[in-house]
């Protein structure tokens, strides 16, 4: 059995940023350090941080005055911002930057009092953050467009003034479809000047189209609460891949390998490469005679630490959580 390991794979440079805005607070300021809501979708980042001293909160009213509160990488909505600056609290942003880029497009069709359309799925914290930022003081409306059908039967008031951003964690497939959609509909529909799906949601999907012809298993490493993670594996099953989302070598079957001589492995952007690699180990374990890893894509591109944290020099210890694959 040969095991194929995707690349890119794993964590990303907004995950990686977020992760280290939670330890660079603890190591500078010590325990403990609020969070809003998971920092990242993963539950093994999550639980290291929590024993490093993170308290990870739902909302800013669970956090005490005179308190660090960190944002998560998905961002949150104007509401949020303004508590915490009436409470005067110490707030570290780890927004991932392509996010905040969907949010100043969002800002920008909502001082124009247009009516904007947000593709992506209710109830994400991404998507709360993303229409919270809208002000509809200036005459316009967001609203969400989760599907094909959502965007075929939406009904715009002003389709001239029409404008759309998507959620960064989708499908660059299914978003494709759903802005065609529009376009057919709204003509005049007006879109950022580049798609928002992020660079590296784009890559891993994109690894994933490579391999599932190779393989006939694939397993992604990841949260069932991570967007990007789930549209991985349904990427595979579409193009006639068995896939499974697992968050760790314990949850493979060995059932699910047992007359099949090919996986393929990838990670989600909010996956940590030392789960990956317990999840080669157990194959190894189980049958697997040959891991390789692929070409793939060289991801370069890093987004810097706020200035604060920067400005402190820090003890370089031994972390349980790393950074990308490509760093090893």
Not at 219 to 243: D, F
Not at 292 to 318: A, H, M, N, T, W
């Amino acid at each position: 059995m040969e095991v194929m390991l995707a690349n890119p794979r794993g964590f990303c440079a907004g995950v990686d940023r977020a992760i280290d805005i939670v330890n660079r607070a603890l190591e500078v300021f010590g325990a403990p350090v609020y969070v809003r809501h998971e920092v990242v979708h993963n539950k093994t980042v999550v639980e290291d941080l929590r024993s490093r001293g993170a308290i990870f909160v739902d909302e800013l009213n669970e956090v005490p005055d005179d308190a660090i509160v960190i944002f998560s990488a998905h961002g949150v909505s104007r509401a949020v911002q303004d508590e915490a600056n009436s409470r005067a609290l110490k707030v570290f942003d780890a927004t991932c930057p392509l996010v905040t880029k969907v949010h100043m497009e969002v800002i920008k069709f909502a001082q124009e009092g247009r009516e904007c359309i947000l593709i992506g799925h209710a109830g994400h914290p991404e998507v709360d953050g993303t229409m919270g930022q809208f002000d509809t003081s200036y005459g316009g409306v967001l609203v969400l467009v989760e599907n094909e059908y959502d965007a075929q039967t939406i009904i715009l008031s002003k389709p001239a003034d029409a404008a759309f951003v998507t959620q960064t964690t989708l499908s660059m497939d299914d978003t494709s479809r759903i802005i065609d959609i529009l376009r057919g509909r709204f003509p005049e529909i007006r879109g950022p000047k580049k798609n928002d799906i992020c660079y590296a949601t784009q890559n891993r999907q994109d690894a994933v189209k490579r391999l599932a012809g190779e393989c006939d298993l694939m397993l992604v490493v990841g949260s069932p609460n991570s967007s990007n993670s789930n549209r991985l594996r349904e990427l595979a099953e579409r193009l006639g891949t068995k896939a499974y989302l697992i968050d760790g070598p314990e949850e493979i079957r060995p059932d699910w390998i047992s007359s099949i001589t090919s996986i393929a492995v990838t990670a989600g952007a909010s996956a940590p490469e030392m789960v990956v690699q317990a999840v080669c180990d157990r194959l190894l374990e189980l049958g697997a005679i040959d891991i390789r890893q692929e070409v793939g894509v060289d991801e370069v591109i890093q987004f810097s630490l706020p200035k604060e944290l920067r400005l402190y020099p820090v003890d370089s210890g031994e972390r349980l959580i790393k950074t990308k694959a490509s760093d090893r």
